[in-house]
Each structure stands twice: as C-alpha cells, then as structure tokens.
C-alpha cells in the first residue's frame, strides 16, 4: 500500500509539472499578443502623426492658394499692362498648387483608410487577448482546483503512510509483548 501511495504521489506531482508547463506557455502566448498590440499602437500613433502634417501642409497649402489669390487680385488693379502675363502665370501656379492638394487629399483619405484598417486590427486584437486571458484565468483555476485535489490527495496518502507505519510499530511491539510474556512464562 505504502508503495501504491508513493506511485500516486509521484504521478500527481508530474501531472502538477504538465500544469505548470501548460500555464506558462498560455503566459508567453498572451506576451506575444500584447507585444503585437504595442506594436499595432505605435503603428496607429506613426499614421495619425502623418495624417496631422497632410492636414498641417493642406491648410498650409490652402493660405498659399488664398494669398496668391489676393496678389492676382492686387496684381490685376495695379498692374493693367502686365495683367495677362502675370495672369496666365499665377493661374498655373494655382493649378499647380490644386493639383498638388488634390494629391494631399489622396494621400490624406489613404492614410485615413489605413488608420481605421489598424485601428479595427487593434481591436480584434485585444478582443483576441480578453478571451485568451479570460481562457487562461479559467486554466488557472481549474489548475487550482486541480492543485488543492492533489494536496489532498498527498496528504490523505500520507496520513495512511502514517497510520500503517503506526499499526507496523504496534504489530512489532505486540511481538515483543508476546515474546516477553512467553519468555515469563
């Protein structure tokens, strides 16, 4: 019987092994997510970073159309003898300047279309971490649970340790008890 209680305590004490491996792995998964999600994050903060200069150069862009704008208007009242020359030339600059703010524009709306891409990713990300953290606090009490079962199993294999060492012991002194009476007798 002691060698049957010994044969189960070493099993369950490799079975409380494989849990912990389990709960360690489950660990590294959830740092990986979330070293994922960090990255996702600074992703996210480069494209918001670059959206606000494509807002910063559009408005920027915006003053200089406005203000060329004004200098065709000034230009045309003071300059009467030059207004077709400066017109002409004024007028492709302003193409040019629309031109290049249609191409912010673009840029703008792809890199407002790639931050709700990275956005929803972080999010399916996260969702992705609270269920395998939710998993993982599941594991961790069923582990539990499991760990309390085995201590006390191991304990109840010790006490009958005990209880037939004991009964060993009264078994040898009943011996020597015997043996003495026979010896008085």
Known sequence: ?????????????????????????LLERITRCREQID????????????KQDLECDKISLERQ??????????????????????????????????????????DRATLQLNNRRLERKVKE????VDDEHLTLTDQKDQLTLRLKSMKRQVEEAVEEIDRLESSKKLQRDLEEQIDIN????
């Open 1 to 25: 019987q002691m060698k049957s209680m010994e044969g189960k305590v070493a099993q369950l004490e490799m079975e409380l092994d494989e849990e912990k491996n389990n709960s360690d792995l």
């Open 65 to 106: 159309n406005k203000d060329l704008k004004s200098r065709i208007g000034h230009l045309e009242s003071s300059h009467r003898s030059n207004k077709e020359g400066l017109v002409a030339q004024m007028e492709v600059r302003i193409s040019e300047l629309e031109e290049r703010l249609g191409n912010e524009e673009r």
């Open 182 to 185: 026979e010896q008085i007798q």
């Open 125 to 128: 990300l996260m969702m992705q």
């Open 39 to 50: 990255q996702m994050r600074s992703e996210l903060f480069q494209e918001r970073a670059s």
